[in-house]
């Protein structure tokens, strides 16, 4: 994650630094409406830097980061070359990574303490806690089975990464190649059950977290209905 944030920075600058081809003065110049209109562009940049940099934890002295910015992109002497600055970012990023794979643990154990004092929460040996929805009549999978469910899944601030019922049909997934929250957690419901998981971080992706949308040692919560047991797999 730290590399791509870091290649989406540098990539990010280079295109606001291939778009100077404009001078400053020569934009001053511009109609009201279209000086407007680069306003509205310019805040676009910032909304969607910002929002990456606030993902990956970042902290700014803000007047620093935009002289840094303005005597770049207007062709000024800089403080760091950008082969220098890189490696600070790098630092920047690497720290801030770690900052945020502890915390987001921090919160998933104050989290699974608190909501394994609920009613109607189960914790097994491993840590994994679940909470039955709605009862099955049918028979519990085993680990080599594939099974069907719908599922939802979400972090632990409610956004929801991945439902099968947005897509509007259930999913397959062998027991055994997915996460371990999953492995022990759907071994523990009858086919026509629907269960609400809540998975650990060990359990689930850990400290490489998954792709854009789960973060490091995030903890997961899932509901899952269990449909059936695939055949001849």
């Known amino acids: 994650m730290i590399n791509k944030i870091v290649f989406t920075l540098l990539l990010s600058t280079s295109v606001l630094f291939a778009c100077n081809g404009e001078g400053i003065t020569e934009k001053k110049s511009k109609a009201n409406d279209a000086n ?19 993902q990956a934890g970042l902290r700014f002295d803000y007047e620093s980061l935009l002289q840094g910015f303005r005597d770049s992109l207007e062709g000024n002497d800089t403080k760091f070359t950008l082969e220098e600055a890189i490696p600070l970012i790098q630092a920047a990023m690497r720290e801030a ?8 643990r921090q919160k998933g154990v104050d989290f699974l303490a608190e909501n394994g004092k609920k009613a109607g929460i189960v ?3 491993s840590g994994l806690q679940y909470e039955l929805i709605t009862p099955g009549t049918g028979p519990k999978p085993q680990a080599a089975d594939t099974v069907s469910v719908h599922y939802e899944g979400a972090l632990l601030d409610g956004t929801v990464f991945d439902s ?10 062998p027991l055994d190649q997915v996460i371990p929250g999953w492995t022990e957690g759907i071994q523990l419901m009858e086919v026509g059950s629907t269960y609400n998981l809540f998975i650990p971080s060990d359990l689930a992706y850990g400290e ?3 792709g854009n949308f789960i973060p490091p040692n995030a903890t997961l919560i899932f509901k899952v ?4 047991i695939v055949e001849g797999q």
Do not use: C, I
Not at 36 to 54: E, Q
């Open 36 to 54: 407007a209109a680069d306003a509205d562009t310019s805040y676009a940049f910032g909304v969607a830097l910002g929002s990456d940099f606030k």
């Open 164 to 173: 099968s019922y947005s897509r509007g049909e259930p999913a397959e997934f």
């Open 225 to 228: 209905e269990l449909l059936g």
């Open 97 to 104: 990574m770690q900052a945020q794979v502890e915390q987001n």
């Open 208 to 210: 490489g977290g998954a």
């Open 123 to 125: 914790t097994t040996e």
